[in-house]
């Protein structure tokens, strides 16, 4: 299962702390995978095929920091495992547009995946973390609520196209490989 983090509307439709929606969008279009909203689970939900595998697409409904009821529920109806799961967020302490994939751990201060963790009763399942940078004049709120520049968007253009890379790799080869394959302090396209 692949859950893209963000906030709904359109006011936040392409802001920073909407990446993980983003890349969920941009797999399932790769994928030719609809997402239709389901009410009852709070999420926009997409079922599909990749590498032969079953695969859940879900972007929460829920605004970020109440992810994880959204999150719970889709996990519960579908009967996933926290092992075959993939939760995609930004980062704003990651430079932008570096991708670190992780196969467990804890939120490190990100209250959308902190609300996972919550619902979800355990930190064991992977995420994939999208750097969106910091602006440190200003208030963080801010900053992760706002669209990003010019110059930024065509970073984060290329970045979200490698992390439905990542969330690929990840079903195919599993985490493991798409760590060793992924996470290298390279600079961003």
Do not use: Q, W
């Not at 926009?44 to 595998?53: L, T, Y």
């Amino acid at each position: 299962m692949i859950v893209g983090l963000g906030n709904p509307g359109r006011a936040y439709a392409h802001s920073r702390h909407n990446m993980g929606s983003e890349v969920a969008r941009e797999f399932s279009e790769r994928h030719s995978i609809r997402l239709r909203r389901r009410g009852k689970l709070r999420s926009r939900i997409g079922v599909g095929e990749v590498d032969g595998r079953k695969v859940i697409v879900a972007i929460p409904t829920t605004f970020m920091n109440r992810s994880g009821e959204a999150v719970s529920r889709v996990v519960g109806f579908y009967g996933v495992h926290a092992k075959n799961l993939l939760v995609i967020l930004d980062d704003v302490n990651l430079p932008l547009g570096r991708l670190r994939i992780r196969s467990k751990g804890s939120d490190g201060g990100h209250k959308g995946l902190r609300s996972v963790i919550a619902c979800l009763g355990t930190m064991e399942f992977a995420r994939l973390r999208i750097g969106i940078g910091r602006d440190e004049s200003g208030s963080l709120t801010g900053f992760v609520l706002g669209d990003f520049s010019t110059e930024e968007k065509t970073v984060i253009k290329g970045s979200i196209e490698r992390a439905a890379e990542v969330s690929d790799a990840v079903i195919s080869d599993g985490v493991a490989s798409a760590m060793n394959r992924y996470n290298r302090p390279s600079e961003p396209d």
